[in-house]
């Protein structure tokens, strides 16, 4: 009989020890899924300025600012002043190079390079966080019908704007 309360008791301990190591490890968790700094409870995303020669792109982007911030349940403003807190940012280059060609001068696939600069401020205006030259690429096709060529340089940009909205957002929460 000895030997099977030794053997219970031993599971206690294991038990006990495994709940302590849980308990004591709550704070961990994965990067961008924590709280927006500041005590900002909402945020308005100011229209990006564009400093490129495609027009739209600044559209394009904040969209997609818009987007993450109400995928991640953060309630976004209408204009500048209503939300707790602002993000304000640029697209400082859209450039495009030929990465495929069929022949010399006929291009099968392209691929976008966009850059943006962002900042995020709270209340009153303090300057929460801030980073420059966010730059990104994404590949796509060339045909020779010209306005589905444009969807689909337009369908790239998006998907940049996509990933960089969601590295700005991670990047804001890290460590909140």
């Not at 500048?80 to 069929?102: C, K, M, Q, Y």
Request: hydrophobic residues 40%; glycine residues 10%; charged residues 20%.
């Amino acid at each position: 009989m000895m030997s099977l309360k030794v053997k219970h008791d031993g599971y206690r301990l294991i038990f006990l020890g495994i709940l302590a190591m849980l308990v004591s490890s709550c704070g961990y968790r994965f990067a961008g899924q924590g709280h927006l700094p500041g005590g900002v409870s909402d945020v308005t995303v100011a229209v990006f300025e564009n400093h490129t020669s495609e027009t739209g792109v600044e559209t394009i982007v904040t969209r997609c600012f818009i987007a993450e911030f109400v995928r991640r349940g953060v309630k976004t403003g209408g204009g500048s002043d209503e939300g707790h807190a602002v993000l304000r940012g640029s697209v400082t280059a859209l450039h495009i190079d030929t990465i495929s060609r069929s022949g010399q001068s006929t291009a099968l696939e392209r691929r976008v390079h966009l850059t943006v600069n962002a900042t995020f401020s709270g209340i009153n205006g303090v300057m929460l966080w801030s980073a420059k030259g966010l730059t990104d690429s994404e590949a796509y096709n060339v045909v020779s019908d010209k306005p589905a060529t444009e969807q689909n340089r337009t369908a790239a940009i998006k998907k940049i704007a996509e990933r960089i909205a969601e590295v700005v957002y991670n990047r804001i929460t890290d460590g909140f």
